[in-house]
Structure formats: C-alpha cells, structure tokens
C-alpha cells in the first residue's frame, strides 16, 4: 500500500518520521506488515513525475498477499489495537491523503 500526502499543518518531517516509525513498529510487533518504508519526500522532476496532485510526502507497507492486508486494515481500527494511539497520531499528522493499493 502506498500512501501520498502532505504534511499536517504544523507538523515537521522529523515528527511525521517518528509517528511514523511508532507505527510500524506496533504493526511489526503483531505481524500485520511485511516490509515498511521510510518516510519518502516528493521530489517533482518535469518528465518522470506525471501526477499532477501536490502531495510531497509517502510511505509504503507491504503485506503477504490480499487476506493478509484485510486483517491488518481490520486491525488497525480495532478498538483494542494496542497501538491504536499511534495509529491515530499518524493519520492528524497528514492532510489530503491518498492510498493506493495494488498486488504483484
């Protein structure tokens, strides 16, 4: 799953990263990812960039496959996720998010 957005108003990368890395964590911890990115930065090039939104940060997490992706998408809103706070404190920390998921 990829997910482009901006950042929050207020917030700064550094904050942002280490929401982040909170996060992941918690979702290594209870095995509902594969593999995590790092924050990326958005880096527009006049050829390669097509897109025409003005998000300037991502992330992506991977999963096994499709069922492992449900559960942790149900995970995550579990009103007893152990993290949920951090879940929460990721999410304010980004406006006009866009998700994008796909399978290879």
Not at 7 to 21: P, Q, T
């Amino acid at each position: 799953m990829m997910s482009c957005f901006s950042l929050a108003d207020g917030i700064s990368h550094d904050e942002l990263s280490g929401r982040l890395e909170r996060f992941v964590r918690a979702c290594e911890a209870e095995h509902l990812i594969s593999t995590a990115s790092g924050l990326g930065v958005r880096r527009p090039h006049p050829v390669m960039d097509t897109d025409g939104r003005s998000f300037t940060h991502s992330f992506s997490l991977s999963f096994q496959d499709r069922a492992h992706c449900d559960a942790a998408v149900a995970r995550f809103f579990a009103p007893d996720f152990p993290e949920k706070e951090a879940h929460e404190a990721l999410f304010a920390a980004i406006s006009e998010p866009e998700f994008f998921c796909w399978e290879e």
